[in-house]
């Protein structure tokens, strides 16, 4: 049996690869958090960011899926919110959008799937939105604390 493409194993990881690269999305956060100037959006973004990679290493392990949809829900919102603020070409949109493509030409049964391969695109498609969400939250305005918006 095959999920997002590669063989589910048996013993207590099933997709060792996917889970593995799922790490690229707390990574992506822990960036987020030490980065400066530090925001509201940036934050909430890591957060999410955060929910979605042990979410995604908690599916590819065991199938639950709870986790990683709360952290989905965050961060397609909170780079909504981004990019509506960024107003402007965002590098990060492309990128994920790329890794869109990755996801769905190696999705199970799609033209890029090999099961048995430990080159998997569903673990490039990992890396590819963790890397593409950081920098929409990176790239969306920010205000001084203390500041107040109209």
Do not use: K
């Amino acid at each position: 049996m095959e999920l997002d493409c590669e063989l589910i194993r048996d013993g207590l990881i099933g997709q060792p690869v996917n889970a593995f690269s799922s790490l690229a999305f707390v990574v992506a956060a822990i960036w987020l958090v030490f980065s400066r100037p530090r925001s509201t959006l940036r934050l909430v973004g890591a957060g999410g960011l955060v929910l979605v990679g042990i979410g995604s290493i908690w599916f590819h392990s065991t199938g639950a899926s709870l986790i990683h949809n709360a952290g989905l829900v965050v961060v397609v919102a909170t780079s909504s919110v981004a990019i509506w603020h960024t107003r402007r070409f965002n590098s990060g949109a492309a990128i994920v959008a790329v890794g869109l493509m990755f996801w769905w030409t190696s999705r199970s049964g799609g033209a890029l799937c090999d099961p048995q391969s430990l080159l998997q695109g569903h673990a490039l498609w990992h890396v590819l939105a963790a890397t593409g969400l950081s920098l929409i939250f990176y790239s969306a305005p920010t205000r001084p604390t203390g500041e107040r918006g109209t």
